[in-house]
């Protein structure tokens, strides 16, 4: 779970509060969490470059909601690195077994990997997903398809909360295929949601193998909080967009890095 004493908590929590209310001020905050206004001060800045909220005088107030139609964060992402999502998909796709039980978070590449396998569905599959986009979307018969409870963030279109973690830690998965906003190798893989921190580390705790489905775009990119260090996935499958440079230093580092083709003529895999 995550350290609730973190700065990277604090700031997720302040985010929260500031979504919540709308506008909050670095007064309030800092009391609130027992920090100077300094470092309150400088938690509201990162926040405002991560393009989270607004600074405004005396505090910050959360973004102004978008014209309809409203725009999510599900659907800019499901434009986003369409070719390298698939072929990300088709090689996680083929370690996938019949018979096995998987969980498929609620990332565009997860869906890809959903439809990869609705194409070419396993026998007596068992899915769990904290994606309604994914559960939706797959009608195969052989695939039984489990969705947690838990509390829906319209915007990125995932079930993340207590009851989902409770949900979870209580299954067992083959493997676990997890996505992020970012990854690095000082802070692993990232999101600026704690509530879906704690989803994903969960579904990966309950999975005997964890597998990390990353485009190119979100190599060297971090975000808030981290999920999980590199080194602890047991498979991260990248596109060969990866800047060599960037490849070599993670799987100098321990990470096992496979990288697939994104071309629409090939999705061979290359692997370690």
């Known amino acids: 779970m995550i350290d609730a004493t973190a700065p990277g908590a604090r700031r997720a929590r302040i985010l929260e509060r500031i979504q919540r209310e709308r506008l909050v001020s670095l007064t309030d905050l800092a009391t609130e969490h ?35 139609p409203i725009e999510t964060g599900w659907n800019a992402r499901l434009r986003e690195a369409g070719p390298e999502k698939d072929a990300i998909a088709a090689a ?64 990125m279109r995932v079930l993340t909360g207590r009851w989902t973690i409770d949900f979870l830690a209580h299954l067992t998965f083959a493997t676990a295929f997890i996505s992020a906003a970012g990854i690095t190798l000082g802070q692993g893989l990232t999101t600026s949601r704690s509530g879906l921190a704690d989803t994903l ?33 047991d498979l991260v499958i990248t596109d060969d967009r990866l800047d060599p440079g ?15 083709s994104a ?10």
């Open 92 to 155: 996680a796709r083929e370690l996938i077994e019949d018979g096995s039980t998987i969980f498929i978070d609620a990332s565009a590449t997860g869906l890809a990997l959903a439809q990869a396998i609705e194409v070419r569905p396993p026998a007596n599959l068992t899915l769990v997903t904290n994606s309604p986009a994914i559960a939706l979307g797959l009608s195969a018969a052989s695939i039984y398809v489990i969705v947690d409870p838990g509390e829906l963030d319209q915007h």
């Open 201 to 233: 580390n969960t579904a990966a705790d309950s999975a005997k193998r964890v597998i990390g489905l990353m485009d190119s775009t979100k190599f060297e990119r971090s975000s808030l909080m981290t999920i999980r260090s590199a080194t602890a996935l």
């Open 263 to 272: 071309s629409a003529e090939s999705n061979d895999a290359e692997a370690d």
């Open 246 to 260: 960037v490849a070599a230093a993670f799987r100098a580092a321990g990470v096992n890095l496979q990288l697939v």
């Open 34 to 68: 027992a920090v100077s206004a300094v470092t309150m001060h400088r938690d509201l800045q990162l926040l405002s470059e991560e393009g989270l909220l607004e600074r405004v005088r005396g505090g910050a107030r959360s973004l102004p909601d978008p014209p309809a």
